[in-house]
């Protein structure tokens, strides 16, 4: 039962990912400013790829503390956001590091792993059993993740005090070169 509810949420964020990464659909003169296009139609908004040198896109999620994480909220200061899965294991055996990050930077380096469509009681489970204290977020509908398409997970963006993404990772090693990896590049926005 477990495989099967994992091999579905797999499958889930595949076929999101899938779509949204396909690109922007709409047609510069089909759409106006309101969203929709001259035909009166809605047109859906699909994002496209965040590169370097791109502005992070706002997003809103909750925290498996209760709170609320709004990344625009954060302006000023670094970010490294990540987007996981607890069936992925290359996300799972980096974790470690965002841990040890957290605890070197405390307030002055804000680090967020957001789940990517999980229910709440997989995911709380997850950092119950593993002690975690960086703020980890729930993704329930993939909203956030929507924002940040990619190949796959787990992806991990470093964000500057001025909100532009300064370097992209997609997929992990383990938890001590990603750790020397991700340290580095806090240092070089810190900077």
Aim: charged content about 25%; aromatic content about 10%; some cysteine.
């Amino acid at each position: 039962m477990i495989r099967g509810k994992k091999t579905g949420v797999f499958l889930v964020c595949i076929v999101i990912l899938a779509l949204v990464g396909c690109g922007d659909r709409r047609k510069a003169s089909g759409e106006n400013s309101a969203g929709s296009s001259d035909s009166g139609q809605e047109v859906q908004t699909v994002y496209q790829e965040v590169l370097e040198g791109d502005s992070a896109p706002d997003f809103t999620v909750e925290t498996a503390d209760g709170g609320t994480f709004v990344l625009s909220e954060y302006s000023g200061k670094v970010v490294l956001l990540n987007f996981w899965a607890t069936w992925c294991g290359p996300c799972v055996r980096e974790m470690p590091a965002f841990e040890k990050l957290h605890s070197d930077y405390g307030e002055d380096v804000v680090i967020l792993a957001v789940n990517c469509m999980e229910d709440k009681d997989t995911v709380s489970q997850f950092i119950s059993d593993n002690g975690y204290t960086f703020p980890i977020a729930y993704d329930l509908e993939g909203t956030a993740s929507m924002k940040y398409p990619s190949d796959g997970i787990p992806y991990t963006l470093v964000i500057d005090k001025e909100g532009i993404v300064r370097n992209v990772y997609l997929g992990a090693r383990d938890a001590d070169e990603q750790y020397e990896e991700y340290k580095s590049a806090i240092e070089a926005a810190l900077e």
